[in-house]
């Protein structure tokens, strides 16, 4: 290695310059000057034999795959492997792949434990089974999943099906991003920038056998204060005596609204409220057109909607790719077939020709309707989060099918009394039955902030407090009381007006509760950091 001259400083005498001491003082190198020129001038990393340290011997073999073994005994917070992640991959600001939590004991806080996670590598990726145009691959040989920035149209939806939060969204570039272990280093033999940056060698790559992380996920043996791992297997792997004292998360009472989705929303009620108007209209024996217009026309604007959602709309021709793994894919491809059945059925009755063939179309479009609201319910209960359960999406996304399409059939029957009875005491049925789902869903509630219902209902009644009464007092008024108007009105013109003001509040009640579903869910995903304002 060359060594670094460094010249002689002129010494403070009477005949001093101080333009000549100053020019000799900037030729000297810093100490960190000369820790670089040192590096520059190596023929090989001088760290190298630590570095391969903390890398396996050998490849994976059949079975295992690289992982992530994290000291807790050895990480004390320094956020070194969060500055190299950020550095290596060229992150925006506010982009993390790495992060630094905290568990604390649950008895009196005595114990803090700092902790460093990123990606898990999982065994079973959540991320790649929900892709829609399959963006992720997980390498045969060395188990990394990969993300595939040029294939990705900025959905978003592994963000919900990785219960770990690790998919990061770039409104920048429109795309998700995420670890993905600094492969090409592996391939080199030099270990990624998070292990070496960290000075205790809290993090190190080791080899885990894919059967044995699904064994442990079974277990429920992963990290105190995660979400739970039989979901996606994850193979991280985190040691030290720490492990030995119950930890939870230091931010478990903390409380942060999620993101909303509006896109989603408006989505989600279009399209149910298009099937559910269809429905309507092929089983009352009038009034068809302006139910199958309305049910064309809301179709248009869910699907409209939709591509405001993607980061990369004119890439969502892809999203039939990942039809054999994604609801998404399977949700697009319906509601695809959806639209032009119902359009088509719609034309048949502008045009006098629906007991010809409108009435196949009809049918036929609200059997692939229903199959549409059915994938859109699965969506979210393929994440595997509590609250987003079968019994919950399906409660409220079917419920607006019916209450929806039920509103829509007494504007369309608001003349024929032998009709409106049934209809408007249904519909008020139904909007009770609305309150005692929400009410039974709120005392899934108990004192501990691990369950994933005590959050989201501190959500409710905290920070989410006015658009959850609005969304109420607008299902009272819409479902009962005016729904009690339309029976009492003598004139059928002002019956008609009550209903259609009825609809109106109704699907605003719809949009707000939708938007309640995504802005409240709050299921712990890794240990974090408490912040001022979190706690409601």
Not at 208 to 225: K, N, P, S, Y
Not at 289 to 297: D, E, M, N, S
Not at 494 to 503: L, P, R, T
Not at 513 to 533: C, H, I, K, N, Q
Request: with cysteine.
């Amino acid at each position: 290695m060359a060594s670094v001259l460094q010249p002689d400083k002129p010494k403070i005498t009477d005949g001093f310059d101080l333009i000549q001491f100053l020019l000799v003082e900037q030729q000297d190198l810093t100490a960190v000057e000369r820790f670089s020129q040192r590096h520059a001038d190596a023929t090989a990393p001088l760290m190298a034999p630590l570095y391969r340290e903390l890398l396996p011997a050998a490849a994976p073999s059949a079975g295992e795959q690289y992982a992530f073994e994290v000291d807790l005994d050895a990480c004390s917070g320094c956020k070194a492997c969060v500055v190299a992640c950020h550095n290596r991959n060229g992150l925006e600001e506010e982009e993390t792949w790495r992060s630094v939590g905290l568990l604390q004991a649950e008895d009196e806080c005595a114990t803090l434990q700092h902790v460093t996670t990123a990606c898990h590598h999982c065994a079973d990726p959540g991320c790649l089974k929900g892709c829609p145009v399959k963006a992720y691959d997980k390498d045969p040989v060395t188990g990394i999943v990969v993300h595939l920035d040029d294939q990705c149209i900025g959905c978003k939806y592994c963000t919900m099906m990785c219960p770990y939060d690790v998919p990061q969204y770039s409104e920048a570039k429109g795309i998700v991003r995420k670890c993905d272990m600094c492969r090409q280093r592996l391939d080199v033999g030099e270990a990624p920038a998070c292990v070496q940056a960290c000075p205790n060698q809290a993090i190190r790559i080791t080899l885990v056998r894919q059967a044995d992380a699904r064994a442990a996920g079974e277990r429920g043996e992963f990290l105190d204060g995660a979400a739970h791992p039989a979901t996606t297997a994850p193979t991280t792997q985190f040691v030290g005596a720490a492990r030995k004292v119950k930890l939870a998360s230091g931010d478990q009472f903390s409380l942060r609204l999620n993101h909303g989705h509006l896109p989603l929303v408006v989505l989600l009620v279009f399209t149910q409220l298009s099937v559910g108007a269809a429905l309507a209209g092929c089983l009352l024996p009038t009034q068809r057109l302006g139910l199958f217009l309305l049910a064309t026309i809301s179709c248009m604007l869910g699907l409209a909607a939709s591509g405001l959602h993607l980061g990369r709309p004119f890439y969502g021709y892809r999203v039939f790719l990942g039809l054999r793994t994604s609801w998404l894919s399977r949700e697009a491809v319906i509601f695809g077939k959806y639209f032009p059945l119902i359009a088509l059925a719609t034309a048949s009755i502008w045009f006098q020709q629906y007991l010809m063939f409108g009435a196949i179309a009809a049918w036929l479009g609200v059997a692939v309707g229903l199959v549409g609201v059915f994938c859109s319910i699965m969506i979210y209960v393929a994440t595997r989060r509590p609250v987003w359960g079968l019994l919950w999406t399906g409660g409220r996304f079917g419920g607006t099918v019916v209450l929806l399409g039920l509103s829509a059939a007494i504007v369309a029957a608001s003349g024929d009394r032998r009709l409106l009875f049934p209809l408007v005491m249904s519909q008020i049925t139904l909007t009770v039955v609305r309150a005692i789902f929400e009410r039974q869903f709120m005392e899934r509630a108990d004192m501990s902030f691990a369950n994933p219902f005590t959050r989201t209902v501190s959500l409710l009644t905290r920070k989410l407090q006015y658009p959850l009464q609005a969304r109420n007092c607008l299902w009272a008024g819409g479902g009962i009381i005016l729904s009690i108007g339309c029976l009492t009105a003598s004139d059928p013109a002002a019956s008609q007006a009550i209903a259609a003001v009825s609809f109106l509040l109704l699907t605003a009640a719809e949009l707000i509760d939708r938007y309640l579903y995504f802005a409240a869910e709050s299921t712990p995903s890794m240990p974090g950091v408490a912040r001022a304002g979190d706690h409601g």
